[in-house]
T-cell receptor, first 113, second 113 residues
Framework: DAGITQSPRHKVTETGTPVTLRCHQT?????MYWYRQDPGHGLRLIHY???????DKGEVSDGYSVSRSKTEDFLLTLESATSSQTSVYFC????????????FGEGSRLTVL | DQQVKQNSPSLSVQEGRISILNCDYT??????FLWYKKYPAEGPTFLIS?????DKNEDGRFTVFLNKSAKHLSLHIVPSQPGDSAVYFC????????????FGTGTRLTVIP
């Protein structure tokens, strides 16, 4: 199994508070991704990174920011959480951009009250 | 607008029989297609993929078929086993897209012993 861990695994927070989710990998993979999974929508890309300090927006990036200061860590930040951001968040990694094969973390369930 | 669609939210199959999961897409430029499998409380795991230049790829009990003219993808599982019970996501991507995959909404497969 790919070495990828997400923290926290579960979080409950209130509307308006900042939240940071962390993704840590031990595979030295270049590409890292944040997806959210919601009923009726499948998995949707929030942001991705193709190297240290190199990030770009995905399909549903509004309200989210990311940072990647080290190869192994990719942080997802909700500056001011809203109830619409209640979701399960998955981090994924990949060593190549040519195949679509991603290795996913176990997910972080976020509830915004 | 969803570029990858799975119109069947659920499917039930008897153990030993064939499971057929379907997926439709709208973007004729996709370079590769994949199936991911997801168990509850776990991240998705890669199952099988197919390049847009092929029409079939087989890996053990799993076969993926691609019909480019119909923009249709299917996954066949033969024979189905209870351990195959999971949610299956199809996904599509572009080689120029840094593995930015577009996922379907998922089909929950239940294999009845």
């Amino acid at each position: 199994d790919a070495g990828i861990t997400q923290s926290p695994r579960h979080k409950v927070t209130e509307t308006g508070t900042p939240v940071t989710l962390r993704c840590h990998q031990t595979e030295n993979h270049r590409y890292m991704y944040w997806y959210r999974q919601d009923p009726g929508h499948g998995l949707r890309l929030i942001h991705y990174s193709y190297g240290v300090k190199d990030t770009d927006k995905g399909e549903v990036s509004d309200g989210y920011s990311v940072s990647r200061s080290k190869t192994e860590d990719f942080l997802l930040t909700l500056e001011s959480a809203t109830s619409s951001q209640t979701s399960v968040y998955f981090c994924a990694i990949s060593g190549t951009a040519l195949t679509g094969e991603l290795f996913f973390g176990e997910g972080s369930r976020l509830t915004v009250l | 607008d969803q570029q990858v669609k799975q119109n069947s939210p659920s499917l039930s199959v008897q153990e030993g029989r064939i499971s057929i999961l379907n997926c439709d897409y709208t973007n004729s430029m996709f370079d590769y297609f994949l199936w991911y499998k997801k168990y509850p409380a776990e991240g998705p795991t890669f199952l099988i993929s197919i390049s847009s230049i092929k029409d079939k790829n087989e890996d053990g009990r799993f076969t993926v078929f691609l019909n480019k003219s119909a923009k249709h993808l299917s996954l066949h599982i033969v024979p189905s086993q209870p351990g195959d019970s999971a949610v299956y996501f199809c996904a599509a991507g572009l080689r120029a897209g840094a593995n930015n995959l577009f996922f379907g909404t998922g089909t929950r497969l239940t294999v009845i012993p």
